[in-house]
């Protein structure tokens, strides 16, 4: 390979130390962007979206009221119509679910529910309260004021 003249090499070495200098600059400033609002006041953020966690708690129970609820197969995620929050911490869930009967044979049946968010740490079973539920059009479960229905 033939080698370029010396004051060609100088002036790529500073161009290399330049871009060196300049990539390294970007990386700091867009470190100190993306964690300069990280210390914002958590009254002024919006409130989590629990709506996949509401999804996850509710079928709980659903398998709780299955014939054989080993056997249960959800949605992997509920469909974007299925889970529709009233407001900050109600959740209407409508899915499917796929399990077996009696008899073993596979079958799915549809269901809806509503459950409640209390607070705390969303994975948690105690923070979540069902109202609602119905399984293929039976009410299971009803606390739900008749106001509300």
């Known amino acids: 390979?033939?080698?370029?003249?010396?004051?060609?090499?100088?002036?790529?070495?500073?161009?290399k130390g330049a871009l060196a200098f300049v990539v390294v600059a970007f990386i700091v400033m867009g470190y100190a962007i993306s964690h300069s609002g990280s210390n914002t006041s958590s009254?002024?953020?919006?409130?989590?979206?629990?709506?996949?966690?509401?999804?996850i708690q509710a079928q709980d129970y659903v398998k709780r009221n299955l014939k054989s609820p080993s056997s249960a197969k959800f949605p992997v995620v509920a469909p974007k119509e299925g889970v529709?929050?009233?407001?900050?911490?109600?959740?209407?869930?409508?899915?499917?679910?796929?399990?077996?009967?009696?008899?073993?044979?596979?079958?799915?049946?549809?269901?809806?529910?509503?459950?409640?968010?209390?607070?705390?740490d969303?994975?948690?079973?105690?923070?979540?309260?069902?109202?609602?539920?119905?399984?293929?059009?039976?009410?299971i479960i009803n606390t739900v004021a008749p106001a509300q229905k």
């Open 43 to 55: 009254s002024t953020s919006q409130p989590k979206d629990e709506s996949l966690m509401a999804y």
């Open 1 to 15: 390979m033939e080698q370029l003249p010396a004051k060609h090499q100088k002036i790529t070495n500073k161009q």
């Open 84 to 120: 529709d929050s009233q407001n900050s911490n109600v959740y209407d869930i409508g899915a499917y679910v796929d399990s077996q009967n009696s008899f073993g044979a596979m079958l799915r049946s549809q269901w809806a529910a509503q459950i409640v968010y209390k607070g705390g």
């Open 122 to 139: 969303d994975a948690d079973p105690k923070n979540w309260e069902i109202t609602r539920l119905d399984i293929d059009g039976n009410e």
